[in-house]
């Protein structure tokens, strides 16, 4: 059964996983110094908060498959969507390896679909978290993804994607 993913940016991670642990009556399922996630099954979704130096709000959305077929149902209800897919494939991002595709709305809001195929001990390097804002980095620090269809087909730009925080630096950018 698929479930739905939420991932919410945050600017203080102990004071929101307090705030979750008691609304959702659950303590998170992952904690890092950066994310926490709850996998809930009341309601069935995948909950993620991160304070990565994005702006507070909804970093991205996405549905969750359990399987390969899930998946491959999802992935075709994309490409009948209005908008071209971003066929990322296997990527590693919140401390998790994965199997992705990308599409935005029509109101620029990201969407992924993805399979979760093991654990990871850093971030990661997706190519694509959520589209910036004007004047705003975005969560992984590489360009602003291009939803054009040309972009699309051709895959995820080299050094585009999510990766650890620079050696120099107290942010989460890349380097």
């Not at 998170?28 to 994005?54: C, H, Q, T």
């Not at 991205?60 to 998946?71: F, K, R, T």
């Not at 809001?109 to 004007?134: K, M, V």
Request: charged letters at 20%; glycine letters at 10%; a negative charge.
């Amino acid at each position: 059964m698929k479930r739905l993913h939420v991932h919410v940016a945050v600017s203080d991670l102990g004071q929101s996983v307090r705030f979750y642990s008691t609304l959702f009556a659950a303590e998170p399922a992952v904690l890092k110094d950066d994310y926490a996630k709850w996998m809930l099954e009341d309601p069935r979704v995948n909950f993620a908060i991160s304070a990565r130096g994005a702006a507070p709000g909804i970093e991205h959305l996405g549905i969750q498959a359990e399987d390969e077929d899930e998946l491959a149902e999802i992935h075709g209800r994309l490409r009948q969507a209005e908008g071209p897919v971003l066929d990322e494939g296997e990527t590693t991002c919140c401390y998790a390896r994965s199997t992705k595709s990308w599409i935005s709305d029509p109101t620029g809001i990201a969407w992924e679909t993805f399979l979760t195929t093991g654990e990871n001990t850093t971030y990661g390097d997706s190519a694509l978290i959520r589209p910036a804002t004007a004047g705003e980095a975005s969560a992984c620090c590489g360009p602003k993804p291009d939803f054009s269809a040309a972009t699309a087909a051709a895959g995820p730009a080299a050094g585009s994607g999510c990766c650890a925080p620079k050696a120099d630096s107290a942010t989460s950018c890349c380097g």
